[in-house]
């Protein structure tokens, strides 16, 4: 079963810097498109950033493109999301997902990442921007 295990979340100034990792156990992710998404407060949730299963595409929605970079470490089985430039409007529980992509009709990251694209799910790391 695929587990997943997202870390580094925490408050931080507005301007300030964080690195959330997202740790798969049990399996290599080496196949899996992995999504980054978040949900604030009243609002739905939405998918942020997105790298495919060959590290060949990465997206990243308008709201943090320039401030966020997604990667992915093969050697220890993860995926990080570092967030520059954070604002108290990034504030939301922020969430990693998998999906094997040699088993999907579409390549996953080419657009907005989708909940329902991803059917394996981490529990959320809390991030607040506050001053």
């Known amino acids: 079963q695929v587990q997943l295990v997202e870390s580094g979340g925490g408050l931080v100034q507005p301007g300030g810097s964080l690195r959330l990792t997202c740790a798969a156990s049990?399996?290599?992710?080496?196949?899996?498109?992995i999504g980054w998404f978040r949900q604030a407060p009243g609002k739905e949730r939405e998918g942020i950033s997105c790298?495919?299963?060959?590290?060949?595409?990465?997206y990243y929605a308008d709201s943090v493109k320039g401030r966020f970079t997604i990667s992915r470490d093969h050697a220890k089985n993860t995926v990080d999301l570092q967030m520059n430039s954070l604002e108290p409007e990034d504030t939301a529980v922020y969430y990693c997902?998998?999906?094997?992509?040699?088993?999907?009709?579409?390549?996953?990251?080419?657009?907005?990442?989708?909940?329902?694209?991803?059917?394996?799910w981490g529990q959320g790391t809390q991030v607040t921007v506050a001053s």
């Open positions: 997902a998998a999906e094997n992509e040699a088993t999907t009709i579409k390549p996953l990251c080419l657009i907005t990442p989708v909940m329902g694209d991803f059917t394996s």
């Open positions: 049990g399996f290599t992710l080496d196949y899996y498109a």
């Open positions: 790298i495919s299963s060959n590290d060949g595409t990465k």
